[in-house]
């Protein structure tokens, strides 16, 4: 429908749209650029910065793992105590 509609405004034969369609995509690709490559240092020093952060991060897991069990705690006893103390005064009824 595109094509039709193109066709009618320009007011050019099918043909003659479709060669110039097909010229405009025979456009030769830009050369590559130089790209600077990666040296093996450089990945050394990537891995080494990784792995650094990698345990940073493990151990800071640890330690809100710790506070949050040192929050849990006390609450989980005292619920416990409270579910413990039902049930002995049930059995003692």
């Known amino acids: ?3 039709s509609n193109a066709i009618v405004k320009q007011r050019i034969s099918p043909q003659a749209f479709l060669k110039k369609m097909v010229d405009q ?3 030769p690709p830009a050369p590559p650029k130089k790209i600077e490559l990666l040296t093996f240092e450089d990945y050394k020093r990537d891995i080494r910065n990784r792995w650094m ?3 940073r991060e493990v151990h800071e897991l640890i330690v809100d793992i710790k506070k949050l069990i040192d929050f849990l ?3 989980v006893k005292e619920n ?5 103390n039902l049930f002995t005064k049930e059995k003692k009824s």
């Open 53 to 55: 952060l990698f345990q």
């Open 73 to 75: 705690s006390p609450i």
């Open 1 to 3: 429908m595109m094509i």
């Open 80 to 84: 416990f105590n409270k579910i413990k």
């Open 25 to 27: 995509k025979k456009t």
